[in-house]
């Protein structure tokens, strides 16, 4: 049973980073992430509280239409606001975490924020 999101992490970080050539393996405030063109678009969050994917969407990004039950925005400092461009979706939405990896991809690549 992957009850903290790990073993999909893993999965999906050498999936990616096998399939896609224009990503590699990175890291993101010392957790494990995936790049592109050196930007991180997704990674394995531990803190902030909730652990789970941590996607960059952008800030006008349409949330709601993804369908999660189980994500917040990334909070991962006590003292600012969360961090609006990107989400981190729980262990409650693992089974979206593959599609949600490959929106976060696409918008990178692209450089935009198209709606869904």
Same mark, same amino acid.
């Given at each position: /049973?992957? #009850?903290?999101?790990?073993? @999909?992490? $893993?999965?999906?970080?050498?999936? &990616? ?10 890291? /993101?405030? #010392?957790?494990?992430?995936? @790049?592109? $063109?050196?930007?991180?678009?997704? &990674? ?19 949330? $709601? ?52």
């Amino acid at each position: /049973m992957d #009850s903290d999101g790990r073993q @999909t992490w $893993a999965r999906l970080l050498t999936r &990616f980073a096998a399939e896609e050539t224009d990503v590699a393996a990175g890291c /993101m405030m #010392s957790a494990e992430a995936l @790049t592109f $063109a050196s930007k991180v678009f997704a &990674f394995y969050s531990t803190k902030g509280g909730r652990i789970g994917l941590g996607c960059r969407l952008g800030r006008d990004y349409p949330i $709601a239409s993804l369908g999660l039950g189980d994500w917040q925005y990334l909070a991962p400092f006590k003292t600012k606001p969360p961090m609006r461009d990107w989400i981190v979706a729980g262990v409650g939405d693992l089974e979206k975490w593959p599609e949600l990896c490959a929106l976060a991809l696409d918008l990178a690549r692209n450089g935009k924020r198209p709606q869904p």
